[in-house]
């Protein structure tokens, strides 16, 4: 059985102090792992997609890396607008296109 | 352009009522997928159609059921409803199904369902 998770499951930043988010995953056959993003009330919006170990990707102030077991979400100098629940979800190669998420993190970045 | 569309935002029921759910994807986009996130939780997969057909059913009972109409749109049907199918129900939109996971799933914002 496929298997996301994330941790920490809550983490609260200073505006400008840089962390990472993680998401542990175990799956059959990864054909893809994504990251969105979710604003309370809102769907979950895409940031990016990996498709195999040693991939990055980057956009603004996130980056994203991926190995064979996890992925890190980089936040460097995050600011409050970065404060949301940052989604883990993994696609295997035997699930169809259903995606498999973790629960989340929840970032709250204080100004 | 339209994003993925979702109706109604907010539904409240009552315990062993049914409710109908619609989902309207991005144009040209053929595959619909149905998520279930309970608060605190992540999206629990329910359903995907592509072209009209089933290509994916989760881990739920037979009292949910979908279907997806030529022009691409979708419905979800929950009967007998239960006060643990409280939720907000999310559908996404992808331009097609293949083999590598390069169609980006566009989500909606969602139907929050209240059941008392």
């Known amino acids: 059985e496929d298997q996301v998770t994330q941790s920490p499951e809550a983490l609260r930043l200073q505006e400008g102090e840089s962390s990472s988010l993680n998401c542990s995953y175990t799956?059959?056959?990864?054909?893809?792992l994504f990251w969105y993003r979710q604003d309370p009330g809102k769907g979950p919006e895409f940031l990016f997609t990996?498709?195999?170990a040693g991939e990055e990707k980057e956009k603004e102030r996130l980056k994203a890396t991926l190995t064979k077991k996890e992925s890190f979400l980089h936040i460097t100098a995050p600011k409050p607008e970065d404060s949301a629940t940052y989604l883990c979800a993994v696609q295997a190669g035997n699930a169809g296109n259903m995606l498999t998420f973790g629960g989340g993190t929840r970032l709250m970045v204080k100004p | 352009d339209a994003g993925v569309t979702q109706s109604p935002t907010h539904l409240i029921k009552t315990r062993g009522q049914h409710v109908t759910l619609r989902c309207s994807p991005i144009?040209?986009?053929?595959?619909v997928s149905w998520y279930q996130q309970v608060l605190g939780q992540g999206p629990q997969f329910i359903f995907q159609y592509y072209e009209k057909e089933e290509r994916g059913r989760g881990n739920f009972p037979d009292r949910f059921s979908a279907r997806q109409f030529p022009n691409y749109s979708s419905e979800l049907n929950v009967n007998a409803l239960l006060l643990g199918d409280s939720a907000l129900y999310l559908c996404a939109s992808s331009l097609a199904q293949g083999r590598r996971a390069n169609y980006g799933y566009t989500f909606g914002s969602g139907t929050r369902l209240t059941v008392v």
């Open positions: 799956v059959s056959g990864l054909r893809g």
């Open positions: 990996l498709y195999s």
């Open positions: 144009s040209g986009h053929k595959s």
